[in-house]
């Protein structure tokens, strides 16, 4: 049995799409069998992140209608052979999304996969409901500042009271937190909120901090997941999340400001 | 909570006692007539044969005893069984009467501190003293911005209470951890309803529709314990010292 992951935030713009690449990505280099899906339908984004956009035939919604199978579906990626990508699709809309139809893709993929990442689209409605649905994690990714934080909040509130787990009275889905975007600088200044003044408003687990950098940029455009530039900080800060949720355990890092040169020479 | 000097401490205790106080129908006796007394039983349950189903109930016989009119104890007991309710205890029985009850399993219960022992009408009439049935929702994991939470009674809530979040009861609140959101308590009209919190930092206040809103609430006890209540229509907010 694939163990669900879901990406997700509430808010959009946080980086649910370069997290799911990531972690994804991060996941099946360690040789988990792992399979992304893309929730986003209408909006397709994750086959642009992954580098893949050019070989897409099918999608989830063909899966769902049965137009085409998993496996015609299903895109291997070309970094990694033991990651897969279900693309959205483009021409429609959420609406196309079914919770029988969910369910079914996922009990197939179960089978097969280890790990199964679904990339949440922001909002609360129809897509983000039926990528959370069956989850048995949630990666909630937060950027620190109050508007993002609280619509976290809201989907916590959901996660454990909308999802199949909740609704059967199972053991409720477990819940991560991702705080993205982190400039260590801003915070000291007071523009941005801290590490401890987001989980006081969320007290949740914290997986770990992905700093604020050029290269999440340029990776998503040139398509190829930000963990794998490993000599990059936010690659880096994936892989350390990616090892945390195995269950290993790795120090925090990027949640301090990094000294300058200046600063390190003359012990500032 | 009695506790044993030879419980280790890594052992959890199997059990607990705990005082509660329960709600149970009260059988005032009037007349010691076993096929009057049937009769009538049997008219007041078709009344409301699934309140009555398998109800617990105590019997007072003080009435009776006080005019000697001695019933014997085993007879009436066959009569509330055979109306399908359960007697769980007899009242203002006389010394032969306890030891009949006892015999059968039947608690005594004193008459004092009872304030309708002394039936007013003369009929009888099983007496179902019905309070109102409130009982305590606890609450043991965070509430979120967006959920909605409404207890009949007391609301207690063992964590956090998000931004955006509202927590409703008939009764008080409490909040043992911090309320960011909206707390409204006595929503049914009880103005003697009261708010505590550990960490105050809510969005709003309300006992009985008398609100205060976060903006007025500047400068009041932020961030410290409270406790929320009424006194002449104005809501107070007192730290908890």
Same mark, same amino acid.
């Given at each position: 049995?694939?163990?669900?992951?879901?990406?997700?935030?509430?808010?959009?713009?946080?980086?649910?799409?370069?997290?799911?690449?990531?972690?994804?990505?991060?996941?099946?280099? =360690?040789?988990?069998?792992?399979?992304?899906?893309?929730?986003?339908?209408?909006?397709?984004?994750?086959?642009?992140?992954?580098?893949?956009? =050019?070989?897409?035939?099918?999608?989830?919604?063909?899966?769902?209608?049965?137009?085409?199978?998993?496996?015609?579906?299903?895109?291997?990626?070309?970094?990694?052979?033991?990651?897969?990508?279900?693309?959205?699709?483009?021409?429609?809309?959420?609406?196309?999304?079914?919770?029988?139809?969910?369910?079914?893709?996922?009990?197939?993929?179960?089978?097969?996969?280890?790990?199964?990442?679904?990339?949440?689209?922001?909002?609360?409605? =129809?897509?983000?409901?039926?990528?959370?649905?069956?989850?048995?994690?949630?990666?909630?990714?937060?950027?620190?500042?109050?508007?993002?934080?609280?619509?976290?909040?809201?989907?916590?509130?959901?996660?454990?009271?909308?999802?199949?787990?909740?609704?059967?009275?199972?053991?409720?889905?477990?819940?991560?937190?991702?705080?993205?975007?982190?400039?260590?600088?801003?915070?000291?200044?007071?523009?941005?909120?801290?590490?401890?003044?987001?989980?006081?408003?969320?007290?949740?687990?914290?997986?770990?901090?992905?700093?604020?950098?050029?290269?999440?940029?340029?990776?998503?455009?040139?398509?190829?997941?930000?963990?794998?530039?490993?000599?990059?900080?936010?690659?880096?800060?994936?892989?350390?999340?990616?090892?945390?949720?195995?269950?290993?355990? =790795?120090?925090?890092?990027?949640?301090?400001?990094?000294?300058?040169?200046?600063?390190?020479?003359?012990?500032? | 909570?009695?506790?044993?000097?030879?419980?280790?401490?890594?052992?959890?205790?199997?059990?607990?006692?705990?005082?509660?106080? $329960?709600?149970? !129908?009260?059988?005032?006796?009037?007349?010691?007539?076993?096929?009057?007394?049937? &009769?009538?039983?049997?008219?007041?349950?078709?009344?409301?044969?699934?309140?009555?189903?398998?109800?617990?109930?105590?019997?007072?016989?003080?009435?009776?005893?006080?005019?000697?009119?001695?019933?014997?104890?085993?007879?009436?007991?066959?009569?509330?069984?055979?109306?399908?309710?359960? !007697?769980?205890?007899?009242?203002?029985?006389?010394?032969?009467?306890?030891?009949?009850?006892?015999?059968?399993?039947?608690?005594?219960?004193?008459?004092?501190?009872?304030?309708?022992?002394?039936?007013?009408?003369?009929?009888?009439?099983?007496?179902?003293?019905?309070?109102?049935?409130?009982?305590?929702?606890?609450?043991?994991? !965070?509430?979120?911005?967006?959920?909605?939470?409404?207890?009949?009674?007391?609301?207690?809530?063992?964590? &956090?209470?998000?931004?955006?979040?509202?927590?409703?009861?008939?009764?008080?609140?409490?909040?043992?951890?911090?309320?960011?959101?909206?707390?409204?308590?006595?929503? &049914?009209?009880?103005?003697?309803?009261?708010?505590?919190? $550990?960490?105050?930092?809510?969005?709003?206040?309300?006992?009985?529709?008398?609100?205060?809103?976060?903006?007025?609430?500047?400068?009041?006890?932020?961030?410290? !314990?409270?406790?929320?209540?009424?006194?002449?229509?104005?809501?107070?907010?007192?730290?908890?010292?």
């Amino acid at each position: 049995m694939a163990r669900i992951i879901v990406v997700t935030s509430g808010k959009g713009g946080v980086g649910k799409t370069t997290t799911s690449a990531a972690i994804a990505m991060g996941l099946a280099k =360690r040789g988990h069998k792992t399979a992304v899906i893309d929730f986003d339908v209408g909006l397709r984004n994750l086959d642009l992140i992954m580098g893949c956009e =050019r070989r897409v035939v099918y999608d989830f919604i063909n899966v769902i209608n049965g137009e085409a199978s998993l496996n015609q579906a299903l895109i291997r990626d070309k970094h990694c052979d033991q990651l897969y990508i279900l693309p959205a699709s483009q021409t429609r809309d959420k609406d196309a999304l079914t919770q029988e139809g969910v369910g079914k893709v996922l009990e197939e993929l179960s089978k097969d996969f280890q790990y199964v990442v679904c990339d949440s689209p922001a909002g609360i409605e =129809r897509g983000a409901h039926l990528a959370m649905y069956f989850a048995d994690d949630a990666f909630v990714v937060t950027n620190p500042e109050v508007s993002s934080v609280r619509d976290s909040d809201r989907m916590l509130g959901l996660l454990s009271s909308k999802s199949r787990r909740a609704e059967r009275n199972e053991e409720p889905i477990k819940e991560y937190l991702l705080l993205s975007r982190y400039a260590p600088d801003r915070v000291k200044l007071g523009d941005m909120l801290s590490v401890d003044d987001v989980q006081d408003i969320l007290s949740l687990h914290l997986l770990g901090v992905i700093p604020e950098s050029k290269s999440v940029l340029t990776a998503s455009n040139s398509g190829v997941p930000v963990i794998l530039d490993e000599k990059s900080d936010a690659g880096q800060a994936y892989g350390d999340i990616v090892a945390r949720y195995l269950g290993e355990d =790795r120090p925090h890092r990027f949640i301090d400001e990094k000294k300058g040169l200046f600063a390190k020479l003359f012990g500032g | 909570m009695p506790t044993d000097a030879q419980n280790t401490p890594h052992h959890a205790p199997a059990l607990e006692f705990k005082s509660s106080t $329960f709600s149970v !129908p009260v059988l005032v006796l009037s007349s010691d007539d076993f096929v009057t007394i049937g &009769q009538q039983l049997q008219k007041k349950i078709q009344l409301a044969p699934d309140f009555f189903k398998n109800s617990p109930v105590v019997f007072d016989v003080q009435w009776l005893n006080k005019h000697n009119l001695a019933i014997d104890i085993t007879t009436l007991v066959a009569i509330i069984h055979k109306a399908g309710l359960l !007697p769980i205890g007899i009242r203002g029985g006389n010394d032969l009467q306890n030891k009949q009850a006892l015999a059968l399993r039947i608690p005594i219960y004193s008459i004092h501190n009872s304030l309708s022992a002394e039936p007013k009408k003369a009929e009888a009439a099983p007496q179902a003293v019905a309070a109102p049935n409130t009982p305590t929702t606890l609450i043991n994991h !965070p509430v979120r911005s967006g959920q909605r939470l409404y207890a009949d009674g007391d609301l207690i809530i063992l964590a &956090q209470v998000s931004a955006g979040a509202e927590i409703m009861a008939e009764g008080n609140i409490h909040v043992y951890g911090s309320l960011r959101g909206r707390a409204l308590a006595g929503v &049914q009209g009880d103005t003697s309803a009261r708010i505590f919190c $550990f960490d105050l930092g809510a969005e709003l206040l309300s006992i009985a529709g008398n609100y205060k809103i976060s903006e007025d609430m500047r400068g009041v006890a932020r961030n410290k !314990p409270v406790q929320v209540y009424l006194q002449e229509h104005a809501l107070i907010i007192k730290e908890l010292t």
